[in-house]
């Protein structure tokens, strides 16, 4: 079983739409949970960022981190053509170390 | 800030061919990442660096694969033979280690797209 697991299919979705993706993971020592954007042909860059449980909010996106689950999620509220990329999940034990990835989801937004 | 810096940002060679790549971390960033993507397999860190020293490299695939941080501001990513199927794009990382609860967030390069034919 792989530490993240991320269903790496493509989601096209309406301008205006909510997208919702998630991820699962087997490392109970996880802490810190990310949620990376990577557009194409560029290098990733952090969106959003949680410690621990609970729920994070910046502007249009949401993080939930659901420890007893072991389950994270990302919300994009009212999704522009500019949010059109790849979101993939990160997290990590300790601050420190390394970070395990999801494999991420391709996401479009059509006008 | 420049950002980290990669080079090439595109190489193609043949098979049998000696690669590297290189990385310029973000100045004060002391901890360095490569990782290697595509499309089966996703994004995997191959080694890490904390302070110059490498402090994991179970990812690096097999002993054609080697990597160096001679100084704080360099780091190279050596494949000798390569393969088709190091074709891939590798990215670079940097990121300041601090408390605890810092140093998580780590800043990418742009990546070499490594095609060997």
């Known amino acids: 079983q792989k530490e993240v697991e991320q269903d790496p299919g493509p989601l096209s979705v309406p301008e205006g739409a909510i997208v919702s993706l998630n991820c699962t993971y087997s490392n109970s020592a996880f802490q810190y949970f990310m949620w990376y954007r990577q557009y194409s042909r560029k290098g990733p860059e952090l969106l959003m960022y949680?410690?621990?449980?609970g729920n994070k909010e910046d502007g249009r996106f949401t993080a939930q981190v659901d420890k007893s689950s072991k389950y994270i999620s990302l919300f994009i509220r009212d999704s522009q053509p500019s949010d059109s990329a790849t979101y993939l999940c990160?997290?990590?034990?300790?601050?420190?170390?390394?970070?395990?990835f999801g494999k991420g989801n391709q996401v479009v937004v059509i006008p | 800030d420049a950002g980290v810096i990669q080079s090439p940002r595109h190489e193609v060679t043949e098979m049998g061919q000696e690669v590297t790549l290189r990385c310029k971390p973000i100045s004060g960033h002391n901890s360095l990442f490569w990782y290697r993507q595509t499309m089966m397999r996703g994004l995997e860190l191959l080694i890490y660096?904390?302070?110059?020293?490498?402090?994991?490299d179970s990812g690096m695939p097999e002993d054609r694969f080697s990597a160096k941080m001679p100084n704080a501001s360099f780091s190279t990513l050596k494949i000798q033979p390569s393969e088709p199927r190091d074709s891939a794009v590798y990215f670079c990382?940097?990121?300041?280690?601090?408390?605890?609860?810092?140093?998580?967030?780590?800043?990418f390069g742009p990546g070499t797209r490594l095609t060997v034919l």
């Open positions: 990382a940097s990121r300041k280690l601090a408390g605890d609860r810092g140093g998580v967030e780590q800043f």
């Open positions: 949680t410690y621990s449980s």
């Open positions: 990160a997290m990590s034990a300790n601050g420190n170390n390394r970070l395990a």
């Open positions: 660096f904390n302070n110059n020293v490498p402090i994991d």
